[in-house]
């Protein structure tokens, strides 16, 4: 009886050795396909890293500019661009005729595209109606635009 278990024991250690063996041939080979794809990918970004160190090593030089701050345009700057001016009259017919015509289509997309595109008209049309408008007063909207941060 004791034989019995002793050789059962045997043949469980032996499966057990087995097995770990199995996984530490397996262990090498996940690590040899590590360093392999390592160093494909280390092969594969070099002109990418050469590209990026060639960007810092380059002198920067140039002009530099120094903007201004500008005012944004109220409803009398927009009337007199695209209402009073000739040419501002023409960009605006212009603008209209190109962004002003059907909007829905049977793609949803391309509807909101061009509902997109006329709000611009709109928005600028909007501000030479106020502009126009005899209770307008570019004082106001000033302060308005002033007190609001815009």
Same mark, same amino acid.
């Given at each position: 009886?004791?034989?019995?278990?002793?050789?059962?024991?045997?043949?469980?250690?032996?499966?057990? +050795?087995?097995?770990? !063996?199995? $996984?530490?041939?397996?262990?090498?080979?996940? &690590? /040899? %396909?590590?360093?392999?794809?390592?160093?494909?990918?280390?092969?594969?970004?070099?002109?990418?890293?050469?590209?990026?160190?060639?960007?810092?090593?380059?002198?920067?030089?140039?002009?530099?500019?120094?903007?201004?701050?500008?005012?944004?345009?109220?409803?009398?700057?927009?009337?007199?661009?695209?209402?009073?001016? +000739?040419?501002?009259? !023409?960009? $605006?017919?212009?603008?209209?005729?190109?962004? &002003? /015509? %059907?909007?829905?289509?049977?793609?949803?997309?391309?509807?909101?595209?061009?509902?997109?595109?006329?709000?611009?008209?709109?928005?600028?049309?909007?501000?030479?109606?106020?502009?126009?408008?005899?209770?307008?007063?570019?004082?106001?909207?000033?302060?308005?635009?002033?007190?609001?941060?815009?």
């Amino acid at each position: 009886m004791i034989g019995f278990f002793i050789a059962i024991l045997t043949v469980m250690l032996l499966v057990k +050795g087995v097995i770990i !063996r199995q $996984l530490i041939q397996e262990n090498r080979l996940n &690590k /040899r %396909n590590a360093e392999y794809y390592k160093a494909k990918l280390d092969e594969h970004s070099k002109p990418f890293q050469q590209l990026l160190n060639e960007e810092e090593a380059k002198d920067e030089r140039g002009y530099h500019f120094k903007w201004r701050q500008v005012k944004k345009p109220t409803s009398m700057t927009y009337r007199l661009h695209f209402d009073m001016s +000739g040419d501002g009259q !023409r960009i $605006l017919e212009e603008l209209t005729s190109r962004f &002003k /015509r %059907n909007v829905f289509t049977d793609d949803e997309r391309e509807t909101c595209r061009r509902i997109g595109r006329a709000e611009v008209v709109d928005f600028i049309i909007n501000r030479i109606n106020t502009a126009n408008d005899p209770r307008y007063s570019e004082q106001l909207e000033i302060a308005h635009m002033e007190q609001n941060n815009e």
